[in-house]
Structure formats: structure tokens, C-alpha cells
């Protein structure tokens, strides 16, 4: 017969210790663009959730056929959510040119046509505006997270950053329109800031730190 083995102040401590591990909640990015997943776990890491990427190789890409933001990045979250039953959020985003009428706005990412790259894209605007003065050379960049839930519950964020379009690239870091985005209070274009500075005043930066400060409220966390 085994002798009885007393419970010690250690073994209570440690039961208590495994019961009560505060298990981290998920939440599915709903993007495979390396930069964007760079910036965003950058953004969202004083949530101390499980933030990732689904990474399954057979989720299809999700047509973005919405008129606006707002309804392109519920297209996408709202996918992810059906294929994984989970919490899931997505943004849409892009440049809006005041001289060329809003264009390329929701088209920024295929602005230019099917295969052109981000340096073809820039030089395309720069020739589009080849003749506009600095003046009306306003521009902005938009950005609108969406978070929704498995029961469909959504909640959206805006961000936006103004600036206006530099006569030619300039700067090496960021992606995508960074380069020929220049932004008069920092004096440089988006490209040209540290990423520390970017993931704080960018349009993206605006969305997702309102998108935490939500889930932050909600899930009483202290970001």
C-alpha cells in the first residue's frame, strides 16, 4: 500500500500555476503579403494575442470586386472566417491622387495591369502626373480594417495619411506606392522612414492601432 504523500504549499502553488495559464486568443490575418504580415504583427504585438496568417496552401485568393475599401476588406475577412470558423480581419488599402479624380484608389494593387510591378506602377502615376505643380499634387493614403467575427458581427477601421506625390522616387524601405509618397510634416517620402516611425503615422498604423485599442476594450487587455 502506498504511504500517503502530504500536499505541499510547492504542489499547490504548481497546480494553480498549470489550471490557471492564461490561454492567448487567435486571431487570422487575412493577407500572404510578406510586408503587410511584417507590419501588421509589428502593430498588434502589445495585444499579446496569437496573431498570425492562415497558411494553408489550398485557401484560394479571394477576388476583391467591392467599389470601396470598406467593402473589399470585408470581402477578405469575411472569407477567411467562412473557411476557418475563426475571428478573422483583413484590410484593403490604397492611394488616392486628388488630380487624377480618387484613381487608382481600390485598383492600386492592378493599377497598371495584370503583372506590373510596383516600380512600373510608380513610374506610371509619375507620368500621369508629369504636368500637375506641387501644389495639386495632394494625395493620401487609405487603409480600412476589417474584423469579423465567425457569427458574422463586423467591426471597421479607418486610417488615413496625407500627403502628397513626390516628382520621383525616393528611399528604399516600406513597399508598394512608398516610394513616390511624400509626406510634407516628416519631409520625405514614406519610403524614406525608419520602419519604427512608419508603424507609427502610416494609414495602415492608424487602422490597426484603433483595431487594438477596440480588442483591447472588449477583451479587457492592456495593450
Known amino acids: 500500500m502506498m504511504g500517503y504523500m502530504p500536499v505541499t504549499r510547492y504542489a499547490l ?13 487567435e486571431l487570422l490575418l487575412a493577407t500572404k503579403n510578406k510586408h503587410k504580415l511584417e507590419e501588421l504583427s509589428y502593430i498588434l504585438a502589445p495585444l499579446d494575442w496569437d496573431v498570425r496568417t492562415y ?77 500637375v505643380p506641387e501644389e495639386k499634387r495632394t494625395a493620401r493614403f487609405i487603409c480600412v480594417a476589417s474584423l469579423v467575427w465567425p457569427d458574422r458581427r463586423t467591426e ?32 520625405s517620402t514614406m519610403a524614406e522612414l525608419s520602419p519604427d516611425v512608419k508603424n507609427r503615422i502610416s494609414h495602415r498604423a492608424q487602422a490597426f492601432t484603433k483595431l487594438a485599442d477596440f480588442l483591447s476594450k472588449k477583451y479587457n487587455i492592456k495593450p
Open 13 to 25: 502553488r504548481v497546480t494553480r500555476h498549470v489550471f490557471m495559464k492564461k490561454v492567448k486568443k
Open 55 to 131: 497558411d494553408d496552401e489550398e485557401y484560394p485568393e479571394v477576388p476583391e470586386t467591392g467599389n470601396t475599401f470598406d467593402e473589399n476588406s470585408w470581402i477578405k475577412a469575411r472569407a477567411l472566417v467562412d473557411y476557418t470558423g475563426k475571428l478573422c480581419v483583413a484590410d484593403d488599402s490604397g492611394l488616392e491622387i486628388d488630380a487624377l479624380d480618387g484613381m487608382p484608389g481600390v485598383m492600386s494593387a492592378r493599377f497598371g495591369g495584370p503583372g506590373a510591378t510596383y516600380g512600373e506602377k510608380n513610374l506610371k502615376v509619375l507620368s500621369l502626373m508629369k504636368d
Open 156 to 187: 471597421f477601421f479607418r486610417g488615413v495619411c496625407e500627403g502628397r506625390i513626390a516628382f520621383s522616387p525616393s528611399g528604399n524601405n516600406g513597399f508598394g506606392y512608398d516610394p513616390i509618397f511624400y509626406i510634407p510634416s516628416m519631409k
